[in-house]
């Protein structure tokens, strides 16, 4: 079998890159959206109208029910995406979008082992350093932003709120590896909205709040930018392993400066443009193919 061309390896890169761009936008409107109408309410709506966009897809395609194996992948990725944005958005809420996204990068660091640990994936030297000098690219902007602001309880608790959604993150990757080897895009994007949604309705009479009419269309431009990122992850990740994929992830922050300064006027400082340099970096050698090693002379 030939080698593939230099542009078809390069392809899962740019859909998983813009997977992050629709993921880092929806970001934003939820940001907006749980501000407006409440986390827990934000983030079940936003599941059920996912569900609601890309259901009659998958019943289209008349693919029929999928197996046990495959169902269980679905119900798993389905509960652990729907406590990881609860927590995600909630620390939203309490915290700026650009240092959010920033300390949600912690979480690709942690999967490129867990990708070790579950799939056996050969962790490569370029790899462990490409997400170093992307984690080493949040550790800057983070060391030039938090100074500035005082840290109250608010502030405290979206971080240890981000810390729990980071972890959930981590494994979120490992089980999109599994799911994208057994199932399609649109299958797997129609379960992780409508498991995740079906989860959190469970505690609607405990914790969601009345619906904001302001908030509606926010939701709604979130709700389609999620079945689209997550259809762009699955397909990547059938087709490239996640330890290279990870450092993608980092190209999040550049979404989230440009979007915080024109959804929150955040200003763009210098540490942010010398950590996103890092990130940028770590990410294309993440995606450059290294040599072929030479046979040792005889």
């Not at 929806?26 to 259901?55: C, H, P, V």
């Not at 080493?136 to 959604?165: E, P, R, W």
């Not at 269309?217 to 330890?243: D, I, K, N, S």
């Not at 980092?250 to 300064?261: E, I, N, T």
Request: some cysteine; overall charge positive; hydrophobic content about 55%.
């Amino acid at each position: 079998m030939s080698e593939p061309s230099p542009l078809s390896r390069l392809i899962p890169f740019a859909i998983a890159a813009l997977g992050v761009g629709c993921l880092s936008t929806m970001d934003a409107f939820m940001k907006e959206a749980a501000l407006a109408t409440g986390t827990y309410t934000a983030t079940i709506l936003r599941s059920l109208i996912g569900a609601a966009i890309i259901a009659p897809f998958w019943l289209w395609q008349r693919t029929g029910w999928p197996k046990w194996a495959t169902l269980k992948l679905h119900i798993e990725r389905g509960i652990i995406s729907a406590f990881m944005a609860l927590t995600f958005f909630y620390a939203l809420t309490k915290l700026p979008l650009a240092e959010s996204i920033a300390i949600s990068f912690i979480a690709p660091l942690i999967a490129l082992y867990l990708a070790r640990i579950l799939l056996g994936e050969v962790i490569q030297p370029k790899a462990i350093f490409a997400s170093l000098l992307g984690f080493a690219g949040t550790i800057v902007i983070i060391s030039g932003k938090i100074g500035q602001d005082s840290f109250d309880n608010d502030a405290a608790l979206g971080l240890a709120s981000l810390l729990v959604s980071a972890l959930l993150y981590s494994y979120n990757f490992i089980v999109i590896r599994r799911q994208s080897q057994v199932a399609g895009p649109v299958e797997i994007a129609t379960f992780h909205s409508g498991v995740g949604g079906a989860v959190l309705l469970l505690g609607t009479p405990f914790f969601a709040t009345p619906i904001a009419s302001e908030a509606i269309l926010p939701l709604v431009f979130a709700g389609v930018l999620t079945v689209c990122g997550a259809m762009a992850f699955a397909w990547a990740y059938a087709r490239a392993e996640a330890q290279a994929l990870v450092p993608i992830e980092y190209s999040g922050f550049l979404w989230a400066s440009v979007l915080g300064w024109l959804f929150f006027r955040e200003a763009v400082t210098i540490p942010t443009m010398a950590g996103t340099a890092l990130i940028v970096t770590g990410c294309w050698l993440a995606t450059r193919k290294g040599r072929a090693r030479q046979p040792a002379p005889a």
